[in-house]
């Protein structure tokens, strides 16, 4: 976010939030049935503000807690909103709706992290950063506060992926404590309500091109005595889920790309005759069909990448491609159909060679050897051509309502 809209977000906010409501910062909790640590949270994060000078506000989140939470953030001095609709992503998109603060800090209700230490959290956001991640892994994990797969294996592997997905300089994805302007992560519109919001904010922020940091922050053991509400193998796949869609790219068109060089050379390899491996290994027709079926599966995989990757910028949600624009203002339909035919037409010509073969044999029993590879390579061709040229229409489909 360049300084200009910051300023003009800054004014725009200060004018919605009404006289006497504007406060610089917003600690917001969500919380459900956090009734052990909730109060010690609150006093600290409470204590934080009158230490620092900073005019704010504690928020918590509630989402249906039934042990009293809500009294007790209300007798620490903290503001309680609720949340109806269950999630951690649900209850802090109430949160942020809800705060008054020009920037907002957010952290779990817990006592796993140390809300009263906030300065560098404030320092970033003062120098117009748009989100500041605390890293734990640099800032230190407290013996029994991250379970092991967690630390060595959901987090460092999601965090790698969105920083190879997305171009994000970030090593702690899913630090539950960071700090960012209200307006600009209310104008992102996340829409997630489970623990893939923290990836949601991350990744739509960086698509939004908005400024995003990191400090190094602490994580202790948190202080419940009952199994948290994140499900490791349940939110992982979600955060998963999350990236995978957010980038057409390496969901579908690298993948499928590698499937057609890997198949195309298989193929190639094949085509003369069986190939004869060390060890005796010996691959003929039935690994050339494999290479075959290999290119028609990474054809179709690409196609779903360039509709899926032009369809998410047409929406808004992904970015717009300078490059992906420029391919696809050169290939319309109509040269799409072309190439399309020429394909088929390598297709037909390669099964009539076929037929012509058979017919030679007096219609006998089809050898595995030459005619059958030609016979697999022509109809590889076609179904290649039949593809494309569906996909082209679907991408017509896809941009009908979009050129009106």
């Known amino acids: 976010m360049t300084q200009q ?12 939030a009404g006289a006497g409501e504007a406060v610089e ?6 919380c459900l049935n956090e009734a052990e ?16 000078g900073i005019s704010g506000e504690v928020l918590i989140a509630d989402n249906g807690s039934t042990d009293g939470s809500q009294a007790i953030a209300t007798a620490g001095g903290a503001r309680v909103v609720p949340v109806p609709e269950r999630g951690y992503g649900a209850a802090l998109k109430g949160g942020i709706a809800a705060a008054r603060g020009r920037y907002i800090i957010m952290g779990d209700a817990d006592d796993s992290y140390d809300f009263s230490q906030l300065d560098a959290f404030v320092s970033k956001l003062r120098e117009g950063k748009d989100i500041v991640m605390g890293n734990r892994f640099q800032g230190g994990i407290g013996p029994g506060a991250m379970p092991f797969l967690h630390r060595y294996l959901g987090n460092p592997v999601l965090s790698y992926l969105g920083r190879l997905f997305f171009k994000i300089n970030v090593g702690d994805f899913h630090c539950g404590l960071r700090g960012f302007n209200t307006q600009a992560v209310r104008g992102l519109r996340l829409e997630t309500s489970g623990m893939e919001f923290a990836s949601e904010m991350v990744v739509r922020a960086s698509i939004a091109g908005l400024d995003i940091t990191e400090v190094p922050t602490t994580l202790k053991k948190d202080g419940r005595s009952r199994p948290p509400h994140l499900k490791t193998w349940r939110d992982g796949w979600r955060h998963l889920r999350f990236l995978l869609v957010y980038s057409p790219r390496w969901l579908f068109f690298y993948p499928g790309l590698a499937l057609v060089l890997l198949g195309t050379v298989g193929l190639a390899a094949l085509f003369p005759g069986p190939l004869k491996l060390f060890g005796g290994i010996r691959l003929d027709i039935h690994t050339f069909l494999v290479a075959a079926m290999t290119v028609l599966v990474g054809v179709q995989a690409m196609s779903f990448g360039v509709v899926a990757r032009r369809y998410g910028a047409l ?7 300078e490059d992906l624009e420029r391919v696809l203002h050169s290939f319309s339909l109509e040269w799409v159909l072309r190439a399309a035919l020429v394909l088929a037409i390598f297709g037909v010509g390669f099964q009539i060679w076929a037929f012509s073969s058979w017919a030679a044999t007096g219609f006998g029993d089809l050898t595995f050897g030459y005619t059958m590879r030609v016979l697999i390579l022509g109809l590889t061709a076609l179904v290649a051509a039949i593809q494309l040229a569906l996909t082209a229409f679907l991408a017509s489909v896809v941009e009908m309502p979009f050129k009106r």
């Open 5 to 16: 809209a910051r300023a003009h977000a800054d004014e725009r906010f200060s004018e919605s």
């Open 37 to 52: 640590t909730l109060g010690v949270c609150v006093d600290k994060a409470m204590a934080y503000l009158a230490r620092s």
């Open 315 to 321: 929406l808004g949600f992904l970015p717009a491609s």
């Open 25 to 30: 910062l917003t600690i917001l909790m969500p």
